[in-house]
DNA sequence: TGAACATATGAATATGTGTTCATGTATATA
DNA sequence: TATATACATGAACACATATTCATATGTTCA
């Protein structure tokens, strides 16, 4: 009968190696993967890379959305809030209306990047 | 007493402009924004961005990486295995382990990017 | 060939989160 | 000033998923 092997840490020669301190000296701190991580997770939801594909074309409110989207108001409502807390839209009020659009340029990248990204795994 | 509004659809001018069909035609797939969606999903996670961030610096065995993040080898495994699927990452096997790398040049701009929005927004 | 090691994986659990429903707030207009 | 419209938001619920535990698979070596 096998024993249970313990992996407080690898043994192996390979983990002992000096390398291993060198990598964690030159990680980007906890905190900012942590905000790195929540940056990237924005996008990685359906209903809101679907609205900001639409942003990507151009200015709309939030009426334009949920027409275009063919969604419930509050949910839409709902993602932008997530995407106005993370910087990833602006938006500015008009009457009743609110206009939201992409933030900036790294945003408009970060969607050509992934599309392109996409695209060539697909061959 | 206020009647309850009825959110169908959109009835104000902006919604009704021909702008809204056009942004429709030119929309991506739904099926590619899913998986658009799904692929920035697997960045948007503190432990799976913390492997990133280290295979950034150079090919690592599984158990370097249960060294240097200091985490459950099993939990590792699981999300090595998500950024296999997604094909975020490559693998090549020798004797006991299993080296992993960034698949390709995409990941690492799309980590570039991401740490350049969020240090540009730290401002 | 058996033991130790490196890694993978299924099940269970806990936690996170997207949508809906109900309702609140602000603006325009009749 | 009352009503309709545009949008936001809190609560509840359903569903997704990260971690842990236990264990399986595959490799090396004595």
Redesign the pocket.
Known sequence: ???????DA??????TNDYIDQIKEHLPSDQLLLELA?FF??F?????IRILSALYQREL??????EILG????????????L?TSKIVR?R????????TLDDEHVYKLLDDGLEHIKENKQ
């Not at 009020?93 to 609110?98: I, Y």
């Open positions: 009968m096998k024993k249970q092997p313990i992996y690898c043994i192996s020669k390979c983990a929540n997770k924005v990685g939801e359906h209903t809101r409110c939030v009426c334009d959305l949920v969604m419930n108001q509050s949910a839409i409502s709902h993602q932008l809030r997530v106005r938006y009020k008009e009457g009743k209306n609110v206009y939201y």
